[in-house]
């Protein structure tokens, strides 16, 4: 199963993007989906996720406050807002889904591909 990334782009700092992670069929029910990324020379990490029945959210402490995450049952999507964009911020987007809530990679069964971000100084 291939989940779709799209979104992204380049933007100054201080501004904002949006991500959206589609999945065919229901997949997305009771299930968890997260936002990963991967800035050059660096070890993918986690950024957020959302449990998709409950609606409870995670987020990482580098982006807590700035990214929200949420998702729409109808058309069976995940968002990622990003707001107060940092250069640091620049990476390789990833959506995956897993059964549990997980912050590791390894714990996610089905990914996206990519979804560059990149935000200029």
């Known amino acids: 199963v291939q989940l779709q990334a799209y979104g992204g782009g380049l933007v100054q700092a201080g501004g904002s993007l949006s991500l959206s992670c589609a999945a065919p069929?229901?997949?997305?029910?009771?299930?968890?989906v997260g936002w990963f990324r991967q800035a050059p020379g660096k070890e993918r990490e986690f950024v957020a996720a959302i449990r998709w029945g409950a609606r409870t959210t995670y987020y990482a402490d580098s982006v807590k406050g700035r990214f929200t995450i949420s998702r729409d049952n109808a058309e069976n999507t995940v968002s990622l807002r990003m707001n107060s964009l940092k250069p640091e911020d620049t990476a390789v987007y990833y959506c995956a889904k897993a059964r549990y809530y997980s912050r590791e990679d390894y714990d996610y069964n089905y990914w996206g591909l990519g979804a560059q971000v990149t935000v200029s100084s």
């Open positions: 069929g229901r997949i997305f029910s009771s299930a968890v």
